[in-house]
């Protein structure tokens, strides 16, 4: 018989993830969470996987060879009580990743604050385009793939290396698991409040990641990046390639923004024509690029899969159009990453209006750890609504300097009635939440094209 892991927190996008791969290795596998809820409800059970709603101590009959420990359970938590109580067999999900399935493979891991997922997702398609068939677990879905995690025919592995902890028992980050080769860190700043005192917290694991890369590996880091120097001014045993600087990696975009140069050391090896946008999204490229070459990858023909590289669902994903009104869906849940996403959308958006529509949902953002940073993020939107639910902050108050540009708003139906009732044609509406916002997306392209019905029918619509 198979060996039997049953996992704690199977609906979350990493051990979701990790199920998958675990069933695809030949595991039997079985799972339990506080919300077995659709889409990845459905992506489990579709595998064969049976999913358990809660975590009823009853559940230690099921006897599996191994419990896999997700980060969201806690101490108290009735099935981790009669784990611990029975003395049973328990790794955290980063260390059985670690050793069932990244063991001897060629790890190429992405770390970072922001674009994490996007590079992971570009890094891995420009393998794919290579021939390489690289297995890889990533913390969203790229549209290339259509899936988060796979194993891959090769021993070629892309992971997104998370800064978040391990578990209850092990505050370590994620990454410090991850036996990589080739690392990619793309940006350093404070987030995660909730389990980081400050930023030299975050800095002390990104070096504790540092120190476990082999001298025959490889580190991609963002150039200009303080607080990445000081990581690395603590000791560095890899070599190391910059992008983002003359010496290293380089961008140069076209006027238009649709394509670039790529340069290592001033020669230019490369072009990418792409529909993406923004410097933000450069610098991916440059990094996931960089991370190819050591793989053995060219850049021209890693720039040629960027060319035809989709993106990942809910990064800039253009969720419809309605009445002449674009919206998009974005996971932007930093003050930088808003900014980033929202400069690129006005490269992309010209003059037309920009609404910006954000959910401050993270626990660093709902205790306000940034939100005076958050104004002058959405500096580039021309109105701005703000779902005021659950914070623990004034978001009048905070918002005070974007004046008549922004509204807040505590009820999901009221805020999507204000947008509607501004939205007009042309504009571009970007959604910005790290959660579902309640279908939100969906509410404002069905509340815009039932608009258009009723002024269809002579009655009054937003336009009025």
Not at 393 to 412: I, S, T
Request: charge should be negative; hydrophobic fraction near 45%; include cysteine.
């Amino acid at each position: 018989m198979p060996a039997h892991v049953h996992i704690l927190g199977i609906c979350g996008t990493f051990m979701g993830g990790l199920a998958a791969l675990a069933r695809a290795a030949g595991f039997k596998v079985t799972g339990c969470d506080a919300g077995v809820y659709p889409p990845m409800s459905e992506q489990l059970s579709a595998l064969g996987i049976e999913l358990i709603e809660g975590y009823d101590a009853d559940q230690i009959l099921l006897a599996p060879d191994v419990w896999v420990i997700g980060n969201v359970v806690t101490r108290g938590n009735p099935l981790m009580e009669a784990i611990l109580d029975r003395g049973e067999r328990f790794l955290s999900g980063p260390e059985w990743l670690a050793r069932e399935v990244l063991f001897g493979k060629w790890v190429l891991a992405v770390a970072g604050t922001h674009g994490k997922t996007t590079t992971s997702a570009m890094l891995a398609w420009i393998l794919e385009h290579a021939d390489k068939s690289p297995g890889f677990l990533i913390g969203g879905v790229p549209v290339n793939f259509g899936v988060s995690a796979r194993p891959g025919r090769s021993d070629y592995f892309v992971i997104e290396a998370d800064e978040y902890d391990t578990a209850f028992f092990d505050k370590r980050s994620k990454f410090v698991h991850y036996p990589a080769r080739t690392a990619i860190l793309n940006n350093l700043e404070f987030d995660h409040a909730d389990i980081f005192c400050d930023l030299a917290d975050i800095e002390r694991q990104f070096h504790h990641f540092v120190r476990i890369l082999p001298g025959s590996g490889r580190i991609l880091s963002k150039a200009s990046d303080a607080a990445l120097e000081r990581v690395l001014a603590q000791g560095c045993w890899t070599p190391r390639e910059r992008f983002g600087a003359v010496d290293g990696w380089t961008a140069d975009a076209t006027a238009d923004g649709g394509a670039f140069d790529v340069r290592w050391k001033g020669e230019t090896l490369g072009r990418v024509t792409w529909s993406l946008s923004g410097t933000h999204n450069r610098m991916n490229a440059l990094a996931a690029i960089g991370a190819a070459r050591h793989a053995g990858v060219a850049p021209r023909l890693a720039c040629e899969a960027l060319g035809r590289f989709e993106g990942v669902r809910r990064r800039m994903e253009l969720r419809g159009l309605a009445r002449g009104v674009t919206v998009y869906d974005d996971f932007a849940h930093h003050p930088t990453a808003i900014r980033a996403t929202l400069e690129g959308l006005r490269a992309r958006a010209g003059k037309a209006r920009i609404l910006a529509v954000l959910e401050p949902r993270s626990n660093t953002m709902k205790a306000g750890v940034m939100k005076d940073a958050l104004p002058q993020s959405l500096a580039e939107a021309d109105l701005v609504f703000v779902y005021t639910a659950g914070l623990a902050w004034a978001p009048a108050a905070v918002f005070a300097p974007l004046g008549a540009r922004v509204q807040c708003h505590d009820a999901l139906d009221a805020l999507a009635e204000a947008i509607v009732h501004a939205a007009r044609a042309g504009d571009q509406i970007l959604v910005m939440s790290n959660g579902s916002f309640g279908g939100l997306h969906a509410r404002l392209l069905d509340r815009l094209a039932q608009a258009r019905g009723d002024a269809d029918q002579g009655h009054a619509g937003p336009d009025a």
